[in-house]
């Protein structure tokens, strides 16, 4: 069993900041790459931000620029540190890692998300 879990989401003005925090835990063997996507109500799920193992980051255009990914490989953390904050980046936010577990090889997991709400 892997488990993803999301923590740092909550309510915020514009302009302001967040950071929000994903561990994973279970049979872990190897940890690859690791992103936060969101979803917002009406909408897909859309790619925020990813980064490899080995610290290679891309980011959607919408958030170059003021939203940070990075992962701490010993601890099988990573964050999202989300400045300037918009209206709209109001979605739930999801963890996804791609892990190779004991005995269950190599899939995606995804974690329960976490709301993010951006008041104007």
């Known amino acids: 069993q892997v488990q993803l879990v999301e923590s740092g989401g909550g309510l915020v003005q514009a302009g302001g900041s967040l950071r929000l925090s994903c561990v994973a835990s279970g049979s872990i063997f190897r940890i690859n790459a690791m992103g936060w996507y969101r979803q917002a109500p009406g909408k897909q799920r859309e790619l925020v931000a990813a980064i490899t193992s080995g610290g290679s980051t891309n980011y959607a255009d919408s958030v170059k620029g003021r939203f940070t990914i990075s992962r701490d490989n010993a601890k099988n953390l990573v964050y999202l540190q989300m400045n300037s904050l918009k209206p709209e980046d109001t979605a739930v936010y999801y963890c996804?890692?791609?892990?190779?577990?004991?005995?269950?090889?190599?899939?995606?997991?995804w974690g329960p998300g976490t709301q993010v709400t951006v008041s104007s």
């Open positions: 996804n890692a791609d892990v190779t577990a004991a005995f269950l090889g190599n899939r995606g997991y």
